[in-house]
C-alpha cells in the first residue's frame, strides 16, 4: 500500500497543479506584486475594481489567489513540485518496489475464486 501510494502521489501531485492552471487562467497573473498596494489609496481603488468577483471581494480574492500562485508559480511551489515527483525515488524505482512487493498470488486468486463459481452447466441467475 505503501509503494502504490508514493507511486500514484509521484502521478497526481503535477496534475493536481495543472487543474490549479487551467481552474485559475490568468488570475493568478494579473494580481498586485506586494500588499503594499494595498496601501496606496490610488492603486487600491484599482485592486477594488478589478479584483472582486461575486464570489469573493477584493481582498479575499487576492489572498485566495496568491494562495494557488505560492502552489504552482513560487519558488517554493516550484521546488515542491521537483519534490512530489522524485524524494521517493525517480517513479521506474517506485513502481519497480510496487511490482515486486504486489500481492499478485491473492489478486489472482481472487479472479480464479470468480472463474470456479461458474461452469458451463451453470444456471443464469433469475
Ligand atoms: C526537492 C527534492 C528534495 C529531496 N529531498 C531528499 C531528502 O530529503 N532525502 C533524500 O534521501 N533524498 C532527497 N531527494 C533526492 C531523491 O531521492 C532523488 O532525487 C531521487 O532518488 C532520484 O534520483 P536522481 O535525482 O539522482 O535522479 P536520476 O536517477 O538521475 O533520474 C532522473 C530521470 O532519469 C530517469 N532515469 C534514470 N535512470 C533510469 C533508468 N534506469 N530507467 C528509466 N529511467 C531512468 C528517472 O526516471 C528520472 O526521470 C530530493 C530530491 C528533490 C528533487
Known sequence: MLYSAQVLTQQMYPKILNSLRELAGGGMIMLPSSVADFANPEIAAMIEKTQ???????HDRVKFYKLAWDAVGSEFGSRHHQYEMFYAGATFVTKGHSFRTYDWGKAGGIVQSMLDSYDLDSKPAA
Do not use: D
Open 52 to 58: 472582486q468577483s461575486p464570489a469573493a471581494n477584493s
